[in-house]
């Protein structure tokens, strides 16, 4: 048996840069499991060469496993992904209802891109691989599949949020989206609600098991990589508070640093105790919507920092970059606050990261996001209401360090058993049933 994984993005891409030609890696947290599944059990990886230089390299082979790449037109890409997929998909499926696109959304592109995949999954088939495909990006294509006569077993794995029922059918194009689906023989997500949700809009004739399985993270790597010890003149001995997220409307970035705000207005002696290093890396820099979001964030964390702030302390230190692995993991283990809170997500990778990587630290997150559902020891917080928010980052700054310990072994107990390896396991185990049993333990 082998698999045939299908995502949107790939394991690595062939760019650019200087005049020379460069890999540039996806070290997302998705793309390193699916990466260790496919050196392990082999096969092919369908996905988009969006890389300038992909076209070179269609069929690669990788050694264990090779990467066949879907190739997309400018406009192809402006339909698939730039609106239908992240217009009117990701805000419908994280409550976002006034910013999703009904109309004019790039559907039938979408749709088109779609088939494409189909196309290259049914010219890469042997009889005896698992058709195992990834996200909201390619939500048609079970039923393409099904529709040329393909008897694969296929696993959808969603790893966004999956809403009610209410929200999810005010998308004109849902019946198309479920219909197919629900011809998966199995489809997976990372928390009970969002599989719920999905199950309450299937017919009783449905052959599709859902299963709740969240993606773990590489525990041992997180936990065995030794940072930096970060000092600066900025630190000293400051408590420092640490998040890291992508430039999205869904983490709640606005809401964060006016937690901080609240946090000084009401506790005025924690003025020059603590910084707030907040990374944020680029997203979507091109989209309007996104280039305005930076703005009213930078705009909040000047003003914050200008009313509090002093000539030898500032509470908020932002940076807008990405940042190494090694550095990341350096900021993991050195913050004795984790500020993770999303509005909504479908899991949240950093918040196990972070258990994975520290000692001594306090993870705060947000009851919206997926993880928070396994990670008993966190503070969970509503990240809508900024005094509860301000008030876990006081209790945080004067918890004890029993209660420290206590709710990071909790955690870490979690972590490490529901690590990338367990996650690959229970998708091999639904993979080698046979196609006529789909019980699952």
């Not at 409550?95 to 995949?117: A, L, M, P, Q, S």
């Not at 008897?151 to 989206?177: G, Q």
Request: charged share 30%; aromatic share 10%.
């Amino acid at each position: 048996m082998k698999y045939i994984v299908v995502s949107s993005r790939c394991p690595f891409s062939h760019d650019k840069a200087a005049g020379k030609e460069i890999i540039k890696e996806n070290v997302g947290g998705v793309a390193t499991a699916l990466r260790r599944a496919m050196e392990k059990y082999g096969g092919t990886w369908i996905c988009w060469g969006d890389g300038k230089l992909d076209g070179k390299y269609l069929d690669e082979d990788v050694g264990k496993y090779r990467i066949r790449r879907v190739m997309l037109s400018v406009p192809e890409k402006h339909g698939y992904y730039d609106l239908y997929s992240n217009r009117t998909l990701w805000p419908l499926f994280h409550y976002f209802r006034e910013r999703v696109k009904y109309t004019d959304n790039g559907y039938e592109i979408y749709r088109r891109v779609n088939e494409k995949f189909t196309n290259m999954i049914v010219q890469s088939l042997s009889p005896e691989d698992v058709i195992w495909i990834h996200d909201y990006q390619l939500s048609l294509v079970p039923k393409m599949l099904r529709d040329r006569g393909i008897t694969n077993r296929i696993i959808f794995t969603w790893h966004i949020p999956w809403v009610s029922k209410e929200m999810f059918e005010t998308l004109p194009e849902s019946r198309d989206i479920i219909d197919s689906l629900s011809r998966s023989d199995f489809i997976t997500f990372h928390t009970e609600t969002y599989r719920k949700n999905f199950t309450d809009l299937l017919d009783e004739n449905s052959r599709a098991k859902s299963l709740v399985i969240p993606l773990g993270i590489d525990y041992r790597y997180f936990s065995k990589t030794r940072g930096t010890d970060i000092k600066s003149y900025a630190l000293m001995d400051r408590k420092l508070i640490f998040s890291i997220d992508r430039l999205d409307y869904t983490k709640g970035l606005v809401n964060r640093v006016l937690s901080i705000e609240e946090l000084l207005r009401r506790h005025p002696d924690l003025v020059g105790k603590f910084v707030y290093v907040m990374i944020v890396t680029p997203s979507r820099t091109t989209v309007s919507d996104y280039v305005a979001m930076k703005r009213e964030l930078e705009m909040h964390i000047g003003r914050i920092n200008g009313e509090f702030g002093s000539i030898s302390w500032m509470p908020i230190l932002y940076m807008y970059r990405k940042i190494s692995d090694k550095m990341l993991v350096s900021y993991y283990k050195n913050a004795d606050i984790a500020l993770i809170t999303p509005l909504i997500d479908g899991l949240n990778l950093v918040s196990k990261e972070f258990v994975a990587s520290s000692d001594k630290g306090i993870l705060i997150l947000s009851r919206f996001a997926g993880a928070s559902n396994c990670l008993d020891g966190a503070v969970v917080v509503n990240p809508n209401s900024l005094g509860e928010v301000a008030e876990a980052i006081y209790s945080a700054m004067n918890m004890g360090e029993d209660e420290i310990r206590e709710r990071l072994r909790k955690m870490k107990e979690e972590v490490s058993r529901r690590d990338t390896d367990w996650w690959i396991r229970r998708i091999n185990a639904i993979a080698k049933r046979k196609i006529n049993d789909r019980t699952v333990t």
